[in-house]
Every structure is written in structure tokens, then in C-alpha cells.
């Protein structure tokens, strides 16, 4: 199986020369933090979202046909823990997060991550209503001596059933092949999370693998589903 350790410093080398090289047709300002002017001409761009959703300092990655995602922001974190700390969205994970792991969420998979990669798990925003939806993007997984890039994704229950996940993480897909140009995405998926698997299923994933993963000492059978770059493996 092919893994990402195979092409890791390319990656790493592309990520670093900074996705403003190389946007996906989706990405709109993620070159524009500094000028007020550029900034206005994205806002316009965007149809004249509030600064909310292109809050200040905030860099928006993505857009779909009703989401953006935009790297995460400080004043996310409330919203951030309303995802983390409730017992449903973190069945997976065998119970909600306490507060110092939620800050360890945060500090090491998002910001560390976007420091580390440039690229990360997103704020994922309602366009017209401005809601902080959930969290959606890709992160390089370890596992079993093996790099994963993977798309991830946990959403407000409230906001469960309303297709948005799917959407956030089709333009993942998209962005990892189009932008990081990898030749394979993954999720690894616990084997009884159906709504997860089917996420995956929808954005063209297809189950490949099973492992098992120790998680609080137990150990849990999880599927692995991969879709292919069809450019970069042609
Ligand atoms: C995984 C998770 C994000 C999936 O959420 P979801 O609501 O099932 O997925 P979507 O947002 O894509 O919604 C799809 C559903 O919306 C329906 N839907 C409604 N309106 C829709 C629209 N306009 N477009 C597309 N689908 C729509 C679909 O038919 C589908 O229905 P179903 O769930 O009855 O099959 C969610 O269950 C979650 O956050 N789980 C907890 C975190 C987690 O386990 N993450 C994965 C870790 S590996």
C-alpha cells in the first residue's frame, strides 16, 4: 500500500512554499491578511460576507456551494468544546473531551498542525447564517509506523443530516489533490461508525484496510477508506 512516507518530503516542501502558489479554485484570499483593500475586494468576492466569516487574521482555505472553511480562530474555541464535550459527537472517541484535552485539540491537531504543515483540520462556517458548523479538514495521521494524509470531520450534532459534511469534505478531497497534489487521501473510520463511513463512502472513498487502533486501553477495530488521485496515479 502506498503511504504518504513515500513522497513526505515533497509534500512537505510544497506545503511549505505556501498554498498561495497553487490555489484551488475554490480558495480565494489566503494570501490577503495584511491589506484592508485586498481584503475588501475578497469580501466582495465572497458576495459580501460579514467580516465574521472572514473574520480578521482569519484565512479562508475553501468555499463550497454553502460553506467555507477558514483556518481556526482563538474566539472558535467555545464552539470548538461545544463539539469536543458532547458525549454523542465523541461516541468514537469513547467519551467527551475534558477541558485540557480539548486545549491539547487545539494547540497540537489544529494550530500545531497548520504551524507544522500549513494545512489542517478548518472551521467549517455557514455562509448566509455565519454559524460555526463544525471541523473539517486533513491531517497527517501515524499509524502502525505510517503516514495517512487524512480528511477528518465532527460537526454540532445540531447541524447532523444536512449534507454539510459530505460538502466540507469533498472540497478536502479536492483541495488534497488539486493543492497538496498527494496521491491518496484516507479516513480510518472505527468500524461501528456508520455515519462516519458513510461520509466517506459519499465523497468516493472506497474501505481498503482494517486495523485495529489502542485508544484509552482498549483496543478498537477501525476500517481505513482511500480514495486515489486519478491525475497524479494516470
Ligand atoms: C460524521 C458526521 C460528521 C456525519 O454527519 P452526517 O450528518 O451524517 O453527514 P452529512 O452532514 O453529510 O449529512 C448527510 C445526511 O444529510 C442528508 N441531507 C439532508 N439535506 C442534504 C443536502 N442538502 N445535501 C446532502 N445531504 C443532505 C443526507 O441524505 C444524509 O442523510 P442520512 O444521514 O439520513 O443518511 C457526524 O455524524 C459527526 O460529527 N459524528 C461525530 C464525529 C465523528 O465521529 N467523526 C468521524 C471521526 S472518524
Not at 475586494?41 to 460579514?50: H, T, V
Not at 468544546?81 to 494547540?107: G, R
Request: positive net charge.
Amino acid at each position: 500500500m502506498y503511504h504518504l512516507q513515500n513522497d513526505r518530503r515533497a509534500l512537505a516542501r510544497r506545503v511549505r512554499r505556501g498554498s498561495s502558489k497553487r490555489q484551488p479554485p475554490g480558495c480565494l484570499f489566503s494570501n490577503v491578511t495584511r491589506s484592508g483593500a485586498r481584503k475588501r475586494i475578497a469580501y466582495r468576492r465572497l458576495g459580501g460576507l460579514q467580516p465574521a466569516v472572514c473574520a480578521a487574521g482569519a484565512k479562508t482555505i475553501l468555499e463550497t456551494e454553502r460553506l467555507i472553511l477558514r483556518e481556526f480562530l482563538d474566539s472558535d474555541y467555545k464552539d470548538l468544546c461545544e463539539i469536543l464535550q458532547d458525549k454523542d459527537v465523541m461516541y468514537a472517541y469513547e467519551h467527551p473531551f475534558t477541558d485540557d484535552e480539548v486545549k491539547s485539540w487545539y494547540e497540537k491537531l489544529i494550530i500545531g498542525h497548520y504551524k507544522k504543515h500549513g494545512f489542517g483540520l478548518w472551521a467549517v462556517i455557514h455562509k448566509e447564517t455565519y454559524e460555526f458548523l463544525g471541523q473539517c479538514g486533513l491531517t497527517i495521521q501515524n499509524l502502525n509506523g505510517n503516514e495517512y494524509l487524512e480528511i477528518g470531520y465532527l460537526f454540532k450534532k445540531r447541524h447532523w443530516h444536512k449534507g454539510y459534511a459530505v460538502e466540507a469534505a469533498l472540497a478536502c478531497k479536492k483541495y488534497a489533490f488539486e493543492t497538496l497534489n498527494a496521491e491518496k487521501v484516507y479516513s480510518i473510520i472505527r468500524e461501528s461508525n456508520i455515519a462516519s463511513q458513510n461520509v466517506a463512502k459519499r465523497i468516493g472513498m472506497k474501505k481498503t484496510d482494517e486495523i485495529i487502533k489502542h485508544y484509552n486501553d482498549i483496543d478498537i477495530p477501525h476500517f481505513i477508506y482511500e480514495a486515489k488521485n486519478c491525475i497524479a496515479t494516470a
